[in-house]
């Protein structure tokens, strides 16, 4: 049994001392430290994390990537003379030092490596090094930005050296940009930097030309250094989610890291007077849980900047509780990302295309003229030559008080808002994950088909062998009445089946005749009856916070029955009476139906054809049962038109491969899906586009199964139920079956193993993306 996950944290109270002596309002002060401690023990989310103890490094960690002169200069640095203190850090651009200043940056990088350590030997999984002074903006031979040494290049050369790993991954989503990170790691590919930063064409500290995006790397390391300058303040969750969706999780799910590290500065944040950005702290959570589905959940987050106290303190706290797996609660208004982001992640994409295969989708010509754009308005800004320095820098701190009253008093208000739509809800004391499979469901079966009773059995032997059953909770079946029924059939359908209960052989085979792909027998009925109602059963234990999410192990499948029709081993339609039940029982406004059966549910779609309130996305095998159905061109219908989403990969061999299915999620489920923001998510959860199965013809692994369950759980508020539907071969039943229900518990969902996954095979599978980006663009802003 695995156990469950770890989350491990460190931070010294020595930090705290470490403070400007010059200017005791300088925003890079102990209280940021301090307000995100206490924020955690409020909410008491340290009772639920391992501490790591913080000890100082010592000078060989430094020297990774310092040099002896710089380690030297610090600790001859005049600590006791404040005027001579300040002649000191006059020669570095922006930086303070007291006398705790070297003990606190040394801590820094100790308590780093001590998390690195738990991390990489399994004492935890993942981890939040709280430390200050922040790092990125060190470089071999100086102190920069508030910056001593750099904390994340030192972890970052350890987990190389030491481990012996081959792929490190840093995100950088602090405001400014990490140069001296980036200097680092510049002509390795053993490192992937990604930094986004505040860059207004070069205007913006540190205004380095080397900032933008066409600075790539060199030598081995071309293509694995990623810049995406924003050239505008005011960015919102919006665009933030954009960049990830669009080039950052892209790029990262191909690269495949062993571990990934985040610069995780907090002056993005809304109110940050640094950043002017306005990012709600509770985005970060969603950014954190992406970056979990890499790197087998390695994850490990180091503070940088963050200046404005509130929303600092709860964006760590965000940052944290998404690393504890707590659910994310559910971004509102992610519509209508800014042009100017738009354009700046064409054109990274313009210059990293022929790096990452995943890029290759709305690549366009016009891309050329942003690029002499951006490069002119980048001509007009005197950028530092970082060879030619100023041989004093300018020691008073660069507060802030451009604002007036008014714009304050707004800032403000805009804060109180943004907290009160992101609540703290506490943590499920129940089982989370809940759980149904009765063996009554195995009663109905028909000889030799292969829609048969060890379908099930064989997802609860995968889930028992694993453990995974004691860790969760189990729900009771039962059977649906008529009048669930009747939320998603009709009266004479619902008659005619209950009609095979008593009907003779003779009458069965009649009924058998007419248009059908089913079988009866007296069984087929009450069999049906439970695999419904189980479903509801597990509608109710979510909606009341029995739990957070579920799967349930039922047959007979669902997903093609319509109406007054049963359909390709479907008679009730499970999932689409559970969308109508919580319409109607629970008054949702909203919800989702990822459909990852290798067949399209045209009878969810069916139902829901022309209804806004349900929003189906299918991926499938177009031209698989059932005929002429799930083309991408086919996007709904009146009220519901843009509120059906066919994935459908226009060729059947070679099939869409794991990467193709992540791959839509970024470039299309995800940006749909945040715009549509969900209250609740059904999965039709077929496994018959598994590799060996005799009915689809695919070639997924029980990867692709567990990274989409995990990217979908960061919606709704975690509320996802997951419905079983086809798969034929009871050995993937077994081990995806088992692979969801362990994402659903929170464990790291699995790394693609094979090269061959990693990124689309072939072309036709992009070009399926493609066309559904254009087709569906008129619909959503978000594309
Ligand atoms: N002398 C971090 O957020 N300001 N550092 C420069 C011009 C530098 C911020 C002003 C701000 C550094 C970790
Ligand atoms: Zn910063």
Redesign the pocket.
């Known amino acids: 049994t695995q156990p469950v996950a770890i989350t491990g944290y460190t931070y010294d109270e020595l930090m705290l001392k470490h403070e400007c002596p010059w200017a005791k309002d300088h925003h890079?002060s102990p209280l940021r430290l301090s307000s995100i401690l206490d924020r955690c023990r409020e909410l008491k989310l340290f009772d639920r994390c391992l501490f790591v103890k913080c000890t100082k490094a010592n000078d060989d960690d430094i020297l990774l990537y310092h040099n002896e002169s710089l380690l030297k200069s610090l600790s001859q640095a005049p600590c006791k003379n404040i005027e001579q203190l300040k002649e000191f850090c006059r020669t570095y651009?922006?930086v303070y030092m007291n006398e705790f200043s070297l003990e606190a940056a040394k801590l820094a990088v100790g308590g780093s490596l001590n998390l690195l350590d738990s991390i990489m030997t399994n004492k935890c999984q993942n981890g939040f090094a709280l430390v200050r002074p922040?790092g990125?903006?060190a470089m071999e031979n100086e102190m920069n930005?508030?910056?001593l040494f750099n904390n994340v290049v030192i972890t970052a050369k350890t987990a190389i050296e030491k481990y012996n790993l081959q792929r490190v991954l840093i995100i950088d989503w602090?405001?400014?940009h990490g140069q001296g990170t980036q200097y680092a790691f510049y002509d390795t590919n053993k490192v992937l930097c990604i930094s986004t930063h505040r860059y207004e064409y070069g205007q913006y500290?540190p205004s380095l030309a080397e900032s933008d995006f066409d600075f790539i790397g060199e030598g081995d390391g071309q293509g694995f250094n990623v810049n995406i300058p924003l050239n505008k303040t005011g960015l919102k969750n919006a665009d933030y989610l954009y960049i990830f969706f669009n080039i950052i999780l892209p790029i990262a799910y191909e690269y495949d890291p062993d571990l990934v590290l985040v610069s995780a500065?907090y002056?993005v944040a809304l109110g940050c007077p640094?950043g002017e950005m306005k990012i709600t702290p509770d985005t970060f959570a969603h950014l954190t849980h992406y970056l979990k589905g890499l790197a087998n959940g390695k994850v490990m987050i180091l503070l940088?900047?963050g200046y404005c106290i509130d929303t600092l303190a709860e964006s760590a706290v965000w940052t944290l509780r998404s690393l504890l797996g707590d659910p994310c609660s559910p971004l509102q208004a992610c519509t209508n990302p800014d042009p100017i982001v738009r354009k700046t992640v064409a054109c990274c994409k313009n210059v990293l295309k022929d790096y990452w295969q995943s890029l290759r989708i709305d690549l366009t010509d016009k891309c050329e003229i942003w690029i002499k754009e951006a490069k002119r308005k980048q001509a007009l800004i005197p950028l530092i030559n970082n060879k030619i320095r100023p041989i004093q820098?300018?020691l008073t701190p660069?507060l802030i008080i451009k604002q007036t009253e008014e714009q304050l008093l707004k800032i403000q208000q805009d804060i109180k808002r943004a907290l009160e739509l992101a609540p703290h809800q506490k943590p499920l004391e129940r089982g989370r994950t809940l759980l149904v499979y009765d063996e009554l469901m195995k009663k109905f079966h028909s000889r030799g088909h292969c829609e048969r009773p060890g379908r099930i059995e064989a997802i609860w032997k995968g889930v028992q062998s694993r453990g995974l059953d004691q860790r969760c909770k189990m729900i009771p079946s039962r059977l649906a009445t008529k009048e669930e029924i009747l939320l998603a059939h009709n009266d004479e359908f619902y008659e005619l089946m209950k009609s095979t209960k008593t009907a003779s052989e003779r009458q069965l085979k009649q009924l058998k005749g007419a248009l059908r792909s089913v079988e009866y027998t007296n069984d087929v009925f009450d069999n049906a009856l439970l695999a419904a109602g189980s479903c509801l059963n597990m509608i109710d234990a979510i909606m009341t916070d029995e739990g957070r999410n579920g799967f349930a192990i039922v047959r007979p499948p669902g997903h093609h029955a319509h109406c007054s029709l049963d359909y390709g081993f479907c008679y009730f339609n499970n999932v689409a009476i559970c969308a109508r039940y919580l319409q109607r029982h629970y008054n949702l406004q909203r919800i989702l139906i990822i459909d990852f059966d290798y067949h399209m549910g045209d009878g969810v779609k069916d139902v829901f054809y022309e209804d806004p309130g349900v929003l189906y996305i299918s991926l499938h095998c177009y031209d698989a049962f059932p005929p002429n159905e799930g083309h991408p061109n086919d996007s709904g219908k009146d009220k519901g038109l843009g509120y059906n989403i066919n994935i459908g990969w226009l060729k059947f061999d070679p099939p869409a491969v794991d990467a193709d299915y992540i791959n839509a999620f970024h470039h299309v489920i995800l940006p749909i899906a945040y715009e549509y923001n969900p209250e609740f998510v059904l999965v039709c959860a077929g496994f018959d586009a598994a590799e060996g199965d005799r009915i689809g013809w695919g070639k997924l692994s029980a990867c692709a199964y567990s990274q989409m369950t995990h990217m979908l759980l960061s919606l709704a508020n975690g509320r996802v139920l997951e419905v079983l539907e086809g798969g034929y071969c009871l050995h993937q039943l077994n081990i995806c079956g088992s692979a969801c229900v362990a994402t659903l518990l929170g464990d790291s969902p699995i790394r693609c193993s094979e090269d061959s996954a990693k990124y689309p095979q072939d072309l036709v599978s992009v070009r399926t993306i493609q066309m559904i980006k254009d087709i569906h663009r008129s619909f959503w802003t978000s594309l």
């Open positions: 890079e651009d922006d922040p990125h903006h930005g508030f910056c602090d405001v400014h500290w500065g002056d640094e940088e900047g820098y300018d660069t």
